[in-house]
């Protein structure tokens, strides 16, 4: 008896836990999709060009050191982005290792199971992908400004990221943005959805 009432009582915390996070995923779901298109820097873009155009300045040694400050960024995001995938590899697959273990017995410590899987997940995706994609943006803002202002000068179309942005967001793939911003929301709505369908297929082999 107190063993299937601790089973219960573990069910009840993580079908309540599930629903918790469904609700956190959903909001961050719908927050991604009412956000804005990428902001410009006009202020860098033009300080960028005054710099080229600067007659007591080399041009050439001027748009050599622009060039250097652009690779030195994206460089930088993709540091970030090899540190954040490699977070997720570990955290991510730990986070449904513990699902597919928990599915295995029905004990009264499923709910440990659920808090650590379900932890894990939002460890990574709130304190490594959230983290890493403002910083970016942070980083991409300066880059895309740099393209801008090469663009102006040259007279040419400069800079893969401005062109992608101008595909994504103004052009035929607008969807692409969106599902770049909600994907790992989406795979954990997934996984609490998981964890609740397996809080309630225990309560009804119990009752």
Same mark, same amino acid.
């Given at each position: 008896?107190?063993?299937?009432?601790?089973?219960?009582?573990?069910? &009840?915390?993580?079908? +309540?836990?599930?629903?918790?996070? +469904? !609700?956190?995923?959903?909001y961050?779901?719908?927050?991604? *999709?009412?956000q804005?298109r990428?902001s410009?820097?006009?202020?860098l &873009?033009?300080?960028?060009v005054r710099? !080229?155009?600067d007659q007591f300045?080399?041009?050439d040694?001027? !748009?050599?050191? @622009?060039?250097?400050?652009?690779?030195?960024? =994206?460089? &930088?995001?993709g540091?970030?982005?090899?540190?954040? /995938?490699?977070t997720?590899? +570990? /955290? @991510?697959?730990? #986070?449904f290792?513990?699902?597919?273990?928990?599915?295995?017995?029905?004990?009264?410590?499923? @709910?440990?199971?659920a808090?650590?899987?379900?932890?894990?997940? /939002?460890? *990574? =995706?709130?304190?490594?992908h959230?983290?890493?994609?403002?910083?970016?943006? !942070?980083?991409f803002? $300066?880059?895309r400004?740099i393209?801008?202002?090469? %663009?102006?000068?040259?007279h040419?179309d400069?800079g893969i990221?401005?062109?992608?942005?101008?595909?994504?967001? &103004?052009? %035929?793939?607008?969807?692409?943005r969106?599902? $770049?911003r +909600?994907?790992w929301?989406?795979?954990?709505? =997934?996984?609490?959805?998981? *964890?609740? /369908?397996?809080s309630?297929?225990?309560?009804i082999?119990i #009752?």
């Amino acid at each position: 008896m107190g063993l299937t009432f601790g089973v219960t009582i573990s069910a &009840e915390l993580t079908f +309540i836990l599930s629903v918790a996070v +469904i !609700i956190i995923a959903f909001y961050y779901i719908l927050k991604k *999709w009412a956000q804005g298109r990428h902001s410009r820097d006009p202020n860098l &873009e033009e300080g960028v060009v005054r710099s !080229i155009n600067d007659q007591f300045c080399n041009s050439d040694n001027v !748009i050599r050191a @622009i060039l250097e400050d652009y690779s030195a960024t =994206l460089e &930088e995001v993709g540091r970030r982005d090899n540190l954040t /995938l490699l977070t997720g590899t +570990i /955290l @991510i697959t730990a #986070s449904f290792l513990l699902l597919a273990e928990a599915g295995k017995n029905q004990d009264s410590q499923k @709910i440990i199971f659920a808090l650590a899987s379900l932890g894990l997940y /939002l460890a *990574w =995706l709130m304190f490594f992908h959230e983290t890493a994609q403002r910083l970016n943006e !942070i980083a991409f803002q $300066r880059a895309r400004a740099i393209e801008h202002a090469l %663009t102006r000068h040259f007279h040419y179309d400069f800079g893969i990221h401005s062109y992608i942005t101008t595909h994504t967001e &103004e052009g %035929t793939a607008p969807w692409l943005r969106m599902v $770049r911003r +909600i994907f790992w929301y989406v795979v954990l709505l =997934l996984l609490a959805f998981s *964890w609740m /369908l397996l809080s309630m297929s225990i309560s009804i082999s119990i #009752s």
